[in-house]
């Protein structure tokens, strides 16, 4: 999530996965690639993308939130590597046919205010509906995701990072860790948008991008600015462009945003 003079990015997505098809057989993945001409072999915008450490990992961050070590990298390029889709889809989600229990791990530098938020982040998902429960765990080594605290320096251009997430799902499990920045959240006295940008960095970490991913000056202001092709596609029974009050858009206002309809479509589709 970044800032910007009038609202602070974070890191949305409910465009995703119908339905792919392969159109050919898989072929090795070129090896002098540039970390650029990978991103950009995956349909990512690479403007804006810098360097950047993450729980101790080096690797670059996209669209803002999205904090990609070469291992996810890899990963996305052996998903994709010689396919064409019909249809755009992160390489991996959640098993969608059964139910799955997701143990989230709240960092105990963590204030009361922020717990109060991280709980209510889970209680929103678990009122949905869908095949995923999301469950409280108290130590990170039994978590699926943890969420910790970290001094998130300002991004080359300035503004205010929250929140980020490692990536997208992989190997059928979510993606960890996610860290929220220290600076803005590490406190007593946190934004109200605290449970928004805590349910938004899970969105991405079960494999959903930002719904204004096609402009994200929707949210964010300034010029036009699309995030790239990968992983976007469009979910039946949402809004066919950026849904005000989305807990998926690209930046926050500083409101707390609890799921629309258009969101709780998008959830119980996919889940």
């Known amino acids: 999530m970044k800032g910007s003079k009038l609202f602070a990015c974070l890191g949305l997505s409910s465009l995703l996965f119908l339905a792919c098809e392969k159109d050919q057989e898989n072929s090795p993945i070129p090896t002098d690639m540039t970390t650029m001409d990978q991103l950009k072999s995956l349909g990512f915008n690479t403007n804006g993308v810098y360097q950047a450490t993450m729980d101790g990992k080096e690797g670059h961050v996209v669209e803002g ?14 998903s994709n590597a010689g396919t064409q889709f019909k249809h755009y889809v992160a390489p991996d989600l959640l098993p969608r046919d059964r139910a799955v229990t997701v143990d989230v791990y709240l960092d105990t530098a963590f204030g009361r205010v922020m717990e109060a938020a ?10 949905v509906g869908t095949n995923l429960t999301f469950r409280r765990a108290f130590s990170r080594a039994t978590s699926d995701i943890a969420i910790l605290s970290e001094n ?12 980020r997430s490692a990536g997208f799902p992989r190997n059928g499990r979510p993606a960890t860790p996610i860290v929220l920045n220290s600076q803005i959240y590490g ?24 719904t204004d991913w096609d402009d994200r000056s929707y949210s964010c202001g300034g010029n036009f600015n699309n ?20 807990w998926m858009l690209a930046c926050s206002n500083g409101s707390d945003r609890p799921f629309t309809t258009g969101d709780i479509n998008a959830l119980r589709f996919v889940y």
């Open 187 to 210: 406190g007593e006295s946190v934004g109200a948008d605290a449970v928004t940008v805590v349910a938004h960095e899970i969105g991405h970490a079960i494999g959903f991008r930002h």
């Open 152 to 163: 998130i320096p300002s991004p080359p251009g300035g503004g205010t990072i929250l929140g």
């Open 65 to 78: 939130d999205i904090f990609l070590d070469q291992e996810m990298i890899d990963y996305m390029l052996e």
């Open 118 to 127: 991280f709980l209510e982040a889970l209680r929103r998902y678990n009122a």
């Open 227 to 246: 995030e790239g092709r990968f992983g976007a596609l469009y979910i039946p029974g949402t809004p066919a462009g950026p849904e005000a009050g989305s």
